[in-house]
């Protein structure tokens, strides 16, 4: 089955605000197209409380519908109408019987009419023609066309462009005496709404722009200082993991201190230990083989001589040997699976605050009963040398801790012989704890004592077959894991050996 490529971060990114922004303008186009609707809606509102007024001055004035009452009536109630651009009056025809331009107002009310109405002396209404866009008798069947076909008992609105202006009218039928007596017609410029319709979709273009750009330069450094360095880390781990020797650097990305540098610091880190377990797995793998090899040859041999042999002495020698070798090559297999759990497990461990008193004591009282079990007279004594009151804690493994001193006590006692002394002392300094551990054994042979902390170590005591030469690596091993160190050395005014551990104190 093919596997589907995954697109990067980035393009998702980028979908994703390109998906937001179409939502975004679907609603957007939604809303301009509703804005000069309401605007408009709004604005006619206002025409019905003008007719209602109108009509309600017509009754209390008790005016007749038709030219003549209608003329008197806007000569005396031009007031009502100084806001508006246009009133007209229709009878139940649909003919035109009233018009505010009629009258002799100010010259900036009732403009921009595509109609002017003039008056004669006999008191007959004619209408001039002043229109680019509709003629007269264009006008007038316009209006009445809605009056005769388009009106169902409810008010209607006109919005019309007439000489670059916009114009909204509203037509009701009005009723006086409780019957139909004709229409009112109240227009007004609504350039206004255009404008305000205008001012939204500029607003709105400028807002999508400004957040175009925002989401561009987002977009360029999201790619350049977050998605190229994660991509170069994807690189370089699947380098690692195809052991290829392509060379890819990530050493610029030390230098941040945001997350994407920690994350480089801890890939490299991590690659870097994979890589020294590696090694380290290899060269112990070489060097088990190696020490398993040494007691199969002599395992080998004892046993060819085993079979050819006929004297009882030479048979006990030679068994005593097969004994030792294969004691030998299980203490280095069970030893190095053992090591192997525990580097495994060290990682998933837990430090915590530890008292080493009590943890070398604990110790110390199981081998002094494991001595007195197997009637060897050793003495193992603790002196302690600390006077702070924190001065006992530090942060650590216990069970590590337990193996540390196991080890090292082991060790000694391997090399020690009956009516020998063991000291322990614990010392403290200003940011250690100090661990000597003192024998009156033999010493060290070797001008370098730190080579016994070598796996395999090859100067080991006879009773090898219960010691694989791996302890005090693993001891060695452990006190790194906790930031301490380790040395060994002879002692200078007596015979014997001392190691000394040093590990962090608890803050």
Avoid: C
Wanted: proline fraction near 2%.
């Amino acid at each position: 089955m093919r596997q589907k490529k995954s697109a990067s971060i980035l393009k998702k990114f980028l979908l994703f605000n390109l998906g937001v922004f179409s939502i975004l303008g679907i609603f957007t186009i939604v809303y301009l197209k509703a804005i000069q609707p309401n605007l408009v809606k709004k604005r006619t509102s206002n025409h019905y409380i003008i007719i209602n007024n109108t009509v309600d001055h017509l009754q209390r004035l008790n005016i007749n519908f038709n030219a003549k009452d209608i003329r008197t009536f806007l000569l005396s109630t031009r007031f009502l109408f100084q806001s508006l651009d246009r009133v007209q009056f229709y009878s139940i025809n649909g003919d035109l019987i009233g018009d505010t331009n009629i009258l002799d107002l100010d010259q900036n009310v009732f403009t921009r009419s595509d109609i002017i109405i003039e008056e004669t002396i006999d008191g007959q209404i004619k209408e001039k023609d002043n229109s680019k866009n509709l003629t007269k008798e264009q006008n007038k069947n316009l209006v009445k066309e809605a009056i005769l076909n388009k009106y169902q008992n409810e008010p209607i609105t006109i919005s019309e462009n007439i000489q670059n202006n916009f114009f909204v009218s509203t037509l009701a039928r009005i009723k006086l005496n409780n019957e139909d007596a004709g229409y009112i017609a109240v227009s007004e410029e609504a350039n206004d709404i255009l404008n305000a319709v205008k001012e939204r979709k500029a607003f709105i273009i400028r807002t999508v722009l400004a957040v175009t750009l925002v989401i561009l330069i987002f977009s360029l450094f999201l790619n350049k200082y977050i998605l190229k360095p994660i991509g170069l880390l994807v690189r370089f781990s699947e380098a690692i993991k195809k052991k290829s020797s392509k060379n890819i650097d990530i050493k610029n990305f030390f230098v941040r201190e945001d997350e994407i540098g920690k994350l480089t610091k801890s890939i490299d880190e991590m690659t870097k230990e994979l890589q020294k377990r590696t090694t380290r797995a290899e060269t112990f793998s070489n060097d088990l083989a190696h020490e398993i090899r040494n007691p199969l040859a002599s395992l080998k041999s004892a046993s060819e001589l085993l079979d050819k042999t006929t004297e009882k002495m030479e048979s006990e020698k030679l068994l005593k040997i097969i004994n030792h070798d294969a004691e030998r090559i299980e203490r280095l297999i069970t030893d190095y699976s053992q090591m192997l759990k525990d580097e495994a497990s060290w990682s998933r461990e837990q430090m915590s605050k530890v008292n080493l008193i009590e943890i070398i004591t604990n110790v110390t009282d199981d081998f002094r009963q494991d001595l007195k079990n197997q009637n060897k007279k050793i003495n193992i004594s603790i002196k302690k040398k600390i006077v702070s009151k924190n001065g006992h804690y530090i942060l650590g493994i216990e069970n590590r801790l337990e193996q540390v001193i196991a080890n090292l006590l082991d060790n000694s006692i391997s090399f020690s012989d009956d009516n020998k002394k063991i000291e322990i002392e614990v010392e403290e300094t200003s940011n250690n704890l100090v661990i000597l551990i003192k024998d009156e054994g033999p010493g060290f042979s070797e001008t370098s004592p730190q080579k016994i902390f070598k796996r395999f170590y090859s100067n080991r005591p006879k009773s090898f077959g219960k010691h694989s030469g791996l302890g005090l690596n693993i001891v060695k091993n452990i006190v790194e894991l906790h930031e301490g160190t380790i040395s060994a050395s002879n002692r200078l005014n007596k015979g014997g050996a001392q190691v000394e551990v040093l590990l962090p104190k608890y803050s």
